[in-house]
């Protein structure tokens, strides 16, 4: 959680569900201490998180600062969102929007870039909202306003018409628009895959530890992955003979 003010974070377990609120409450209440959370989980052991701190990502984000970009989001052929953040209604509305995956969380931060950078073409929004740490505007909160024109407001989450549905990742690289060729090469560069490795955790964590710097964690946590599935010793073998062999040339 993330309070602005004077850029406070603070972080809670899943079993300190009551602490949250609490110091969510009482720091929100102070003049100009917006609050923010984080859509993907990131190492416990960062303070100052970055992309290559993130772990799991359960889903996409956009961000709507202005009505005809919330149009575009709300109108789009069989990708509702899962959910509505509302940020603001003065001057004009204001909203983000959540997808979140029926399947298990992507692991690499880039193809979630990919994916977010695919709905702010879309909305034709604020670029800035698309990086795997971004932070969001947590509901239930007071928005401070501190951008010339606004006001203090409350932040609401609802559910879209014909939304509040998780969605899969190939229903999202279907209806979103594509990327320009030049960018979705560079995508490819930096370790995206095609669909059927986003959706196997198992290649996932594979490519991360590719992609480095840091490929001990990941690969211990492949390797616990693949024997708790039930892979067969041939086959973890031929999966990470090729991860084993970079991270050895990295190593060296």
Known sequence: MNATANCLFRRFGLDEIGRAVRFAAETNARPGCSLHFRPATVKADTQYTHDGDVVQIPGIWGDADTVPSGERILSADGIIPSAQIITGRYPALRCQFLWLFSTE???????????????????????????????????????????????????????????????????????????????????????????????????????????????????????????????PDHGRASDLAELLGAADSRRC
Do not use: Y
Request: aromatic residues 4%; neutral net charge; glycine residues 6%.
């Open 105 to 231: 969380p992507i692991l690499v931060a880039e193809w979630s870039r990919e994916l977010n950078r695919r709905v702010q073409l879309l909305s034709d929004s604020d670029p800035a909202v698309t990086n795997p740490s971004t932070l969001m505007r947590l509901p239930g909160s007071i928005a401070w306003a501190w951008k010339p024109g606004r006001q203090p407001e409350l932040t609401e989450w609802i559910t879209p018409d014909g939304g509040g549905n998780s969605i899969t990742i190939d229903q999202l690289k279907a209806r979103l628009p594509e990327l320009a060729t030049a960018s979705a090469s560079a995508s490819r560069a930096n370790g995206a895959a095609a669909a059927d490795e986003l959706l196997n955790p198992c290649h996932a964590l594979i490519e991360q530890a590719r992609i480095g710097p840091l490929w001990h964690d990941p690969t211990l946590r492949a390797v616990a992955m693949m024997v708790s599935r039930g892979f």
